[in-house]
């Protein structure tokens, strides 16, 4: 039978460790892609050569024993974890069942995630078990490639993340202006206030928010801030909506920039050159291409045009002060990436384009997609509106 990841069993063959051992929660994508188990706490998922074997606490063994894809699954008491408990505390007598539990496996060593705790990775040791580190990522790297049904999963969650951004720009189109302040039945328009709307709609559809970005004026020049406070009229607003789905687990992403009134000569300056590198990556998007390239052609055509980007100094703060894009999938960010050491682009890599430009003390701009690498190109997940949202 053939292996079930045989890019994970050429890693093993390639560092001579019998198996991949991964010590962490649900929530984390290469545990809950391995394991296909979901649970609040740390438990063990161990892959060897098309085998994956689960080790969970006992209150997690009869649902993971029926909702789990492990080959086999053994709970912590069958390894004496009370008693180890009692004797070496409970930080430890988890490692300590870790070790026991490879000792049943049969395995000698393990290769393991970067971010493996490495207070079990000590007392493998200790217990003359071999733990490599495995720089290459090579999970994530498996998990980059999407299958049929993960892109859809993905596009779900997109459509609801673009039903959210509707809710928000028909917030900004029912407002007000009064002394400059967007108002809405009697009460100014704040950023809390529409990211409360778009969480709303998203948990409508089975959503939950991972990262919600209201931010205006000033404050949209900050590609990170959440944005607070009352929202300005001719002030640009960057939404940028990330939500995870509730079932699925995938994650969407997709900003868009608004002015409520007249945006200016200088947003919609810097808003067509977004939009116009925005059409250099999705151009320059195919398989074999390197994701370092469609960063490459973003920067272009911000530095034609005399804007500063990371390229031509990394501790720039205005400008594009950002990379090009990510992967999505289990995880907001992770692989491919569009920016410096980016790897060749394959068939179901799906991946954010989101190019801007920003000032401090002014503001910013943001436009972005999700893309879906094909055999000759991509495929845009988007449908929503990609002009400047002046309403």
């Known amino acids: 039978m053939l292996p079930a990841y045989p890019e994970l069993t050429a890693r093993l063959d390639e560092t001579g460790t019998d198996g991949y051992l991964l010590d962490a929660g649900g929530e984390d994508g290469d545990q809950y892609y391995l394991s296909g188990f979901d649970a609040p706490g740390s438990f063990r998922t ?4 098309g085998e ?20 086999s699954v053994r709970r912590f008491s069958a390894f004496d974890y009370g008693e180890r408990v009692l004797e070496h505390g409970s930080r430890k007598a988890g490692p300590l069942t870790t070790a026991a539990f490879l000792d049943e496996c049969g395995i000698d060593s393990v290769s393991v995630p970067t971010a493996f705790p490495t207070g079990t990775a000590d007392v493998l040791r200790d217990r003359d078990i071999g733990v490599v580190p495995d720089y290459d990522d090579a999970v994530g790297s498996i998990r980059a490639v999407k299958t049929d049904a993960e892109i859809e999963h993905i596009a779900t969650t997109q459509r609801a993340a673009e039903a959210a951004m509707a809710a928000a720009e028909g917030t ?13 039945d009697g009460e100014a328009v704040t950023s809390e206030r529409v990211r409360r709307t778009i969480e709303t709609t998203l948990l409508e559809r089975s959503c939950r928010t991972a990262t919600c970005i209201v931010a205006s004026g000033a404050e949209s020049a900050h590609g990170h801030a959440v944005g607070s406070g009352p929202i300005e009229a001719n002030e640009p607003v960057i939404v940028d909506i990330a939500p995870q789905h509730e079932q699925s687990r995938y994650f ?3 900003t868009r920039t608004f002015v409520k009134g007249e945006p200016g000569a200088k947003i919609e300056e810097w808003y067509a050159l977004v939009r116009e590198a925005h ?28 804007y500063p980007t ?3 100094d990394e501790t720039t703060e205005d400008g594009f002060t950002s990379a090009t894009g990510h992967g999505v999938g289990l995880d907001l960010h992770e692989r491919p990436k569009l920016s410096w050491g980016g790897g060749e682009l394959r068939p179901g890599h799906v991946v954010t384009v989101e190019p801007g430009l920003y000032e401090r003390g002014f503001g910013g701009v943001r436009l ?14 988007n449908d929503y509106p990609r002009d400047l949202g002046v309403v």
């Open 46 to 49: 161990l892959y060897t050569d």
């Open 52 to 71: 994956i074997r689960l080790l969970v606490p006992d209150l997690e063994y009869a649902r993971a024993s029926s909702d789990s894809d492990g080959d």
């Open 172 to 184: 900004f189109e029912r407002a007000t202006v009064e002394a400059g302040v967007l108002r809405l």
């Open 252 to 254: 969407g992403d997709v």
């Open 279 to 306: 059409e250099a990556a999705l151009e320059t998007i195919q398989p074999g291409v390197a994701g370092e390239e469609v960063n490459h052609r973003v920067c272009d055509v911000f530095e034609r045009e005399g």
């Open 310 to 312: 990371l390229r031509t």
């Open 368 to 381: 972005e997609d999700l893309l879906v690498v094909t055999e000759t190109g991509c495929e845009n997940l």
